[in-house]
């Protein structure tokens, strides 16, 4: 059960401890994986589900979200971690009308993201970019510019997100 | 919901607003609601020359729609008064 999981989500190396506890064939029927069998496929259809889970995996914190009037943001999706003890099992944990992958979230760990459906969210040191294009008056070229500028600890309102992805790896 | 407990938790910190209009306010959060309108008070227009229309204005209401972002205080906020909240919320659901 750890290896897959493993190798779909690499960067999620702190959690692996947990995720690879023993587990019964009972709790692997439960989960529809076959033992023995390769289950990536239905792995990755049960991790992710909806748009939302690929914000969830995000594990390493950084992430670039596009903004409504040519803005950018890179910044850190704050993350924390919490043991969570009396919930005992496997079932599908509703968190804000989320539904977490039952795969990835042992039982030991629940993970508590700050955004919200309405893609709402508090993002730290962050970096904003502003992109601007200027037409010269006289010859009539397209001058592109970008504005900087840092923030640490920033709420972004979610009606102007656009996109939400790892960050690039150009950046 | 979070986001609205989370802001329930900053009354009294200083923020600064920013609206989808460029203007930015700074001041205290008074209050804030289900809507994520927010209630300033004390405020000052960060740049004072270009929006002179506030000058005279101390206290403000914000339609949480207009808001692009709000800048928080570093120190944020106790961070585990949120987790219980998220908590609970999710347990009440």
Request: hydrophobic share 40%; with cysteine.
């Amino acid at each position: 059960m750890g290896c897959a999981r493993i190798r779909y989500c690499s960067w999620a190396l702190p959690f692996l401890f947990y995720s690879s506890l023993p587990r019964s064939v009972k709790w692997r029927k439960k989960q529809g994986l076959v033992e023995g069998g390769h289950s990536m496929a239905s792995e990755e259809e049960s991790t992710v589900k909806e748009p939302l889970d690929l914000i969830r995996l995000s594990l390493d914190e950084r992430i670039y979200v596009k903004l409504r009037s040519d803005r950018e943001l890179r910044g850190k999706l704050h993350i924390s971690i919490r043991v969570w003890e009396s919930y005992g099992g496997y079932h599908v944990v509703n968190h804000g009308g989320n539904v977490f992958p039952r795969g990835l979230l042992s039982n030991l760990l629940w993970l508590k993201w700050a955004y919200d459906q309405h893609l709402n969210m508090i993002l730290g040191d962050v970096e904003e970019i502003i992109t601007t294009v200027e037409i010269d008056d006289e010859t009539y070229e397209e001058i592109v510019r970008t504005t900087k500028r840092t923030v640490p600890f920033l709420f972004v309102r979610g009606d102007g997100v656009i996109l939400v992805s790892p960050p690039l790896r150009t950046a | 919901m979070l986001f609205f407990s989370y802001f329930k938790e900053l009354v009294g910190k200083e923020v600064t607003v920013e609206l989808k209009n460029d203007l930015a306010i700074r001041g205290t959060l008074h209050s804030v609601d289900q809507y994520l309108n927010i209630k300033l008070e004390n405020i000052k227009v960060v740049d004072e020359g270009k929006y002179p229309h506030m000058l005279s204005v101390r206290n403000c209401f914000i339609r949480g729609s207009v808001v692009r972002y709000v800048q928080l205080p570093p120190d944020g906020v106790d961070v585990d008064i949120l987790h219980d909240a998220t908590r609970r919320e999710a347990r009440g659901s």
